[in-house]
Every structure is written in structure tokens, then in C-alpha cells.
């Protein structure tokens, strides 16, 4: 049996006692990074075998995971943070499993773009999650441009190193679209940034970030409603 776990994204108290539990009765633990992973077993006071299983070794790893499945192993797949197969490893082993008419089960838990959409305050009725932006810039200004012309609110991951970019093309093309900037989210210095672009831009520009981020970007269905309930 697989069971895909969510883990915490920050704070490590943001596991489930199902979590914890499927953790403590697995054979193995598929891992991103196992020394990170077991980081988050001995807080919570557990130790079990680990294989990892990344971008670089995911198609061999999860044919060795099949045999160990349809063997009747217990195992259970995590990543560095939030829920496997977002964004993340995992999503081959799982479809592997589909096809292959093997047991699994997805635990529900923590989700960055989940926690960053809702922490927005921008519409949560109905979004678009877009992964990380591109690297290259020319890329990268056509999915902002398709954000805004996109009806629904938009989440995506961003590297610190490159936010400042992402808001200057936003404040240049949408001056009066709404942006949120979510970081280290559930830890000590969480931080929601959220204005019109060019404020926010301004204010990242005379201070950079590290760490994970979210950016959202408001949608043209609640920039229409909201221009209009301010006339």
C-alpha cells in the first residue's frame, strides 16, 4: 500500500496524527532529501529506513517501489515540505500505482499555494495554481500576462531571487491589479504582503527575501468588481 503524506511546510508541529501514524507503521519512506526528512522523524520522535526518490532518480526509483508494493510493502511517500506531486516528486510513483491497479491513498495536509491563497485575502472561490514561473524572462512575462487576462485568482511559486522581476512586470503592465506576496509561511518571520503591484513592488525592491514564496495575483473578475464598487 502507498500513502502519499503531506509534511509540514515550515513549522514541523503541522502534522497529523494520521500523518504521524502512517509514518510510524511504514516498511519505508520514500523521501526528496532523506537527511531533511529525517530531520522531521526524530522531532517526532520516530526513525525508519529511508530511500530517496527526486527529480534526478524518480523513473528508476519508482519501479523499485512497485516491487517492493506488489510485494505488500507498507510505504510511504513524502517530500521536503507540503504534499507530494505538487510542485514536488511523486506524481509518477502515484500514476505508476494507478495503472498498475496498486492500493494507495493521499493523506490530506499542508499545501503552500493553498495556505498562501487563502492568507491572500484575494478571491478563493475559484483560482488557477501554475507552478513555478518560468526562469527565463520572455516566459516568464507571458504566464503573468496570461494571469491577468485570466478570470480566476493565480498562484504560483517563486524564487527569491527573482520576485523583484516578477512584480516589476506586473507593476509596468497592471498597475491597479492587486498582488499578495506570501513567505515563510507557519514560520517565525511569515510575512503577507498584499497591495497594488507597483506598491508592492517597491517595498521588495528595498527589501529583499529569502525563503519559499508564493505569489497571487488578483484575478480580472474581482479587478472588474472591485474597480467598479469604488466608482
Given at each position: 500500500m502507498l500513502t502519499v503524506v503531506p509534511t509540514p511546510i515550515g513549522n514541523l508541529a503541522d502534522i497529523s496524527l494520521r500523518a504521524l501514524e502512517v509514518l510510524r507503521e511504514a516498511d519505508v519512506i520514500a523521501a526528496e532529501d532523506t537527511r531533511h526528512s529525517g530531520l522531521l522523524l526524530h522531532h517526532h520522535g520516530l526513525s525508519k529506513p529511508f530511500v530517496s526518490l527526486h527529480e534526478h532518480n524518480e523513473a528508476m526509483?519508482?519501479?523499485?517501489?512497485?516491487e517492493r508494493l506488489r510485494a505488500g510493502a507498507r510505504?510511504?511517500?513524502?517530500?521536503?515540505?507540503?504534499?507530494?506531486?505538487?510542485?514536488?516528486?511523486?506524481?509518477?510513483?502515484?500514476?505508476?500505482?494507478?495503472?498498475?491497479?496498486l492500493p494507495y491513498t493521499v493523506l490530506p495536509g499542508p499545501c503552500a499555494a493553498i495556505t498562501a491563497l487563502v492568507g491572500?485575502?484575494?478571491d478563493?472561490?475559484?483560482?488557477?495554481?501554475?507552478?513555478?514561473?518560468?526562469v527565463k524572462s520572455g516566459q516568464r512575462a507571458n504566464v503573468l500576462a496570461a494571469?491577468?487576462?485570466?478570470?480566476?485568482?493565480?498562484?504560483?511559486?517563486?524564487?527569491?531571487h527573482r520576485l523583484?522581476?516578477?512584480?516589476?512586470?506586473?507593476?509596468?503592465?497592471?498597475?491597479?491589479?492587486?498582488?499578495?506576496?506570501?513567505?515563510?509561511?507557519?514560520?517565525k518571520f511569515e510575512e503577507y504582503r498584499r497591495g497594488f503591484a507597483p506598491e508592492v513592488a517597491a517595498h521588495f525592491a528595498?527589501?529583499?527575501?529569502?525563503?519559499?514564496?508564493?505569489?497571487?495575483?488578483?484575478?480580472?473578475?474581482?479587478?472588474?468588481?472591485r474597480e467598479k464598487a469604488a466608482r
Open positions: 526509483r519508482t519501479a523499485e517501489l512497485l510505504v510511504a511517500l513524502i517530500t521536503d515540505a507540503g504534499t507530494p506531486g505538487i510542485s514536488d516528486p511523486g506524481g509518477r510513483l502515484v500514476r505508476a500505482c494507478a495503472e498498475a491497479g491572500s485575502g484575494l478563493a472561490s475559484a483560482f488557477y495554481f501554475g507552478g513555478f514561473l518560468p494571469a491577468l487576462a485570466r478570470e480566476e485568482t493565480s498562484v504560483f511559486y517563486e524564487s527569491p523583484d522581476k516578477s512584480l516589476a512586470v506586473l507593476a509596468e503592465t497592471a498597475p491597479t491589479r492587486l498582488v499578495c506576496v506570501a513567505r515563510e509561511l507557519t514560520k528595498s527589501h529583499p527575501v529569502r525563503g519559499e514564496i508564493c505569489l497571487i495575483v488578483e484575478g480580472a473578475e474581482a479587478a472588474r468588481r
